[in-house]
């Protein structure tokens, strides 16, 4: 059973910073895209981060460049999401997602955590 369980999310100041981290288990996911998505109340699921299995390409949503920095640990088959100079409006739900073998960074993603709540206070 392939499971992917989120950690690292909590209430934060704007400005500030945190780091979510996503082990996954169940499989190996280290020749496989990760990423991470987020839903705010009221709206859609969105499209925030992916790395590519060689981690070596990353996209990013454009409301996030330059503030949030995915990376992942084939080892740990883990990803992780840091997020600096957080603003209110990044405060959602944050799912990590793994996609198929050899897949693009951007997706498609096939396999789903139960997310963590991110709010950041004004």
């Known amino acids: 059973q392939v499971e992917l369980v989120e950690s690292g999310g909590g209430l934060v100041q704007a400005g500030g910073s945190l780091r979510v981290s996503c082990p996954a288990s169940?499989?190996?996911?280290?020749?496989?895209?990760m990423g991470w998505f987020r839903q705010a109340p009221g709206k859609e699921r969105e499209f925030v981060a992916g790395?590519?299995?060689?981690?070596?390409?990353?996209v990013y949503t454009d409301s996030v460049k330059g503030r949030f920095t995915i990376s992942r640990d084939n080892a740990r088959n883990t990803v992780y999401l840091q997020m600096n100079s957080l603003k209110p409006e990044d405060s959602a739900v944050y799912y990590c997602?793994?996609?198929?073998?050899?897949?693009?960074?951007?997706?498609?993603?096939?396999?789903w955590g139960q997310g963590t709540q991110v709010t950041v206070s004004s």
């Open positions: 169940g499989r190996t996911f280290s020749r496989s895209p």
């Open positions: 997602a793994a996609g198929r073998p050899y897949g693009a960074a951007s997706g498609p993603y096939d396999y």
């Open positions: 790395v590519h299995w060689t981690g070596i390409t990353t």
